[in-house]
């Protein structure tokens, strides 16, 4: 399944994974759609006229063997990886049914404190939308810790074939270069042993979640980069399907909601 209906404040939105806007049919029961990665630019679904943003993504291909996957990356990262297995980093894969709400408001912490830090306080997990894709078993979460202690979170969408990376957040509040660059050694271990056991899981297409610029990379998209990966492009669209949506739109672009 790769529909969730999703209850907001004022609308309720349709956030579609996985489907091409060819194969889909709008119904009834929401506000908005949200179709994610889309192969073509498609101005309209059925009757309704979508907003259209471009996005970039590396795709790696899971069907491959361990070996190739491994040849993937760069010396560094292999390098680095396998130093975190010698500092006997622990990990931990949380599937649908091992999510709790003291795990998402933990994820939470982390994931705003690592923003502040950068001085971006605006960004909040949505733990909501996390719990509804959950309750439908599209939802991994996994965990690195040094010392028993947390100190990466990942999140993925998924459905048979297909893993989504959604989220990635590091503690950042370490003082000493020592301790961060460990942390940062956790994290491509933990993305090393995702993609181990999507692998084993039967998913077939990793995507790393959209970058900024493959010509013009920023220093996440580096890091992705360092992993491998096939350059894509794809449209995410947007819909209004409802009068109440469209009234809620218009009272955002007159300052009348935030």
């Known amino acids: 399944m790769s529909q969730f209906i999703i209850h907001g404040s004022y609308l309720t939105t349709n956030y579609v994974w ?18 994610h990665a889309n192969p073509s630019e ?28 491994w040849g993937d990356t760069t010396k560094t990262v292999r390098n ?19 999510v709790s709400k003291n795990l998402l408001s933990e994820f ?44 990466v979170y990942h999140s993925y969408i998924k459905d048979g074939l297909h893993a989504r ?18 942390i940062g ?18 998913i077939k297409e990793y995507d790393w979640g959209g970058i900024e610029s493959y010509d013009n990379p920023n220093g996440i998209d580096k890091f992705k980069m360092a992993f491998g990966g096939v350059h894509k492009k794809y449209y995410n669209l947007s819909c209004t399907c409802s009068v109440r949506a469209r009234l809620y739109e218009w009272c955002k672009d007159i300052g009348l909601k935030k």
């Open 18 to 35: 996985f489907e091409n806007a060819s194969d889909f049919l709008i119904g009834g029961g929401y506000d908005r759609l949200v179709l």
């Open 42 to 69: 498609v101005s309209h679904i059925g009757k309704f006229k979508c907003k259209v943003s471009l996005q970039e993504t590396l795709v790696t291909d899971l069907s491959q063997s361990e070996e190739s996957l």
């Open 80 to 98: 680095e990886i396998n130093r975190s297995k010698k500092e006997n980093v622990q990990v931990k894969i949380f599937q649908a049914t091992d």
């Open 165 to 182: 990376l959604l989220h990635s957040c590091s503690e950042f509040r370490a003082q000493d270069n020592a301790t961060r660059n460990a």
């Open 108 to 151: 939470a912490r982390m994931y705003q404190e690592m923003y502040e830090e950068k001085g971006m306080p605006n960004h909040v997990l949505n733990t909501n939308d996390l719990a509804v894709y959950a309750d439908n078993n599209a939802l991994v979460i996994t965990t690195a810790s040094i010392n028993e202690k947390v100190v």
């Open 185 to 202: 050694r956790a994290n491509k271990y933990l993305h090393w042993n995702d993609w181990l056991w999507l692998k084993e899981m039967g």
